[in-house]
């Protein structure tokens, strides 16, 4: 895949051309020749893989757009399953998003608060990803812009707040359990901040927590209906930086398919759905989406 092999090729004394200058020299990870022509061929590939999602995209007028966690990382912001996401460095951080743990267990919650306290997100700001999606609104081909983030950087960007669909909520909002209670995560993180470890609602003493969907809870019935009626309305539906492995936000992209949409998949690693894209484009995301979204 290019996101490995480019990294690799271009490290300094391991490039073609350090590899290429030493005549006779061994090379234990392979020939040189060899490398280099799999990296023309992936980089081939790539190149026809942007031309054939370019072309899908720029005959659309209708484009429904899910993105994940890989377009917020190019503004600082780790995913939690690619290959430097939090869960792959941190099996065990996946429990502090788990609901039942969240509730039960007050040592959960501090770890989770401190998490909060410290997310890059409070300071990244959105990236060229994120403004390919504003100009593609602006030119009125955008139908919907479903996220999976919490990061709220579509909506900084300045993306339409109409037309964006949170699908797991906002870290930027909080959330009392009990008597559902809800207002801005900032004076509550000052609370932590100043002391308290696991500060509770004020109102009525309940758990707090962000408004966002954890693991083992439900998701808004009326978020994920937006969300499938945007699906089989549009006529392409371009998933952006997701695993497409969490439901059922995945599940989007068959619904699309079956409503006769085109599939673009934008994404560093392979997806469940790649069979069925008309494209897959692994390439930066930041790199690729002002390309592929740009006026026709
Ligand atoms: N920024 C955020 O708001 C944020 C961050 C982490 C997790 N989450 C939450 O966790 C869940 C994780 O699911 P997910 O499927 O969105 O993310 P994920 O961690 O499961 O997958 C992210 C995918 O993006 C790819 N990727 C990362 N950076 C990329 C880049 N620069 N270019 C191309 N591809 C890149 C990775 O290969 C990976 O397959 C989501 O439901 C979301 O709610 C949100
Ligand atoms: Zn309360």
Partial sequence: ???????????????????LGGMGSHDPAGEPAEQVASVVDEVEEAAGEMDRARRALAGATRVAVLTGAGISTDSGIPDFRGPEGVWTRNPAAERTSTLAVYLEDPEVRRQAWQNRLASPAWDATPNA????????????RLLALITQNIDELHQLAGSDRSLVIELHGTMRRVVCWRCGAEGP?????????????????LRCGGILKSATISFG????????SRAEEAALGCDVFLAVGSSLSVYPAAGLVPLAKEGGAGLVIVNGEPTPYDDIADAVVRVPISAALPGLLAAR
């Fill in 1 to 19: 895949m290019l996101f490995d092999v480019l990294p690799r090729l271009l490290a300094p004394g391991k490039g073609p051309r350090g590899r």
């Fill in 129 to 140: 990803g994120h403004r390919a999606l504003v100009a593609l609104e602006r030119q009125g």
């Fill in 185 to 201: 995560m900032g004076p509550t993180l000052e609370r932590v901040r100043a002391g308290d470890p696991d500060p509770a609602c």
């Fill in 217 to 224: 809870q439900a998701l808004d019935p009326a978020t994920v």
